[in-house]
């Protein structure tokens, strides 16, 4: 082979070589195993304690039960937790959180949608309640829908409370919200098709650097830069869920 060929055939070899999974992103369950340190593992293998904030355990808080204390959100049932928001009662989806605290780094999870109500959908992402100017310390989720899976900067986005601000007064005008603000906000986040079924599997979903990804069964669905994702501190691993899903075998880790 004449070299022009031969630097065309390394560089395919290359190319090939380094598609098949070597690249950080590729296998990112690999990738928290291999470089991460274990913060923490749920495995759910208990009942709960009550109805309330701490009734779930082991490190776990919710931030909407307390406001429903009639209603059971939250079920440890057969080693799973069965969460099921009393979003009319609340006044709130059921936000439940733990612990985290990395830089770069991602949990995994095992969720089934049980099919017990309608719109079933799963948010799950990174807060950190003591940074400054951001509503209620939302940093960026993965929303799981139907039909689609976004990956969003809620930090540098709509939580932003300029932002908000901006977006709010527009609406208590009737007004559409301005064509800039509009702009910026579509940069925040990506959206990609993904069909929900109600049996289980593996969610991954990480942050390294300004970059976040979501794998669902080892493939990765949705990837997308934005200065929030690279928050320094991702202070609470948090689901924020509006009807009923199913998680397992929560285990959140940090590679920096
Ligand atoms: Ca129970
Ligand atoms: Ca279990």
Redesign the pocket.
Known sequence: MNSPFRSAFSLIALILFTGAGTLPGQDDARWLQEKGTLIFHD???REEDGNLAKAIGEGWNSATADRAPDTKQVDLD???MKIASATKEAGHAAHIHHEAGFTDGGAIIRFRFPGLSEDEGLQLGFVDREVQGVHAGHLCYAILAEKSVTLIDHKTGIMNLENRKRRDDAVAAKEKIPKDLEKLLATKQVVEKWKADEEWHELVLVTEGDEMRLSIDGKVIATHHSEGFAHPMKRWFSFLVSSTVWV??VKVWKVK
């Open positions: 495995a759910f293998e057969e080693g799973i397992d075998d």
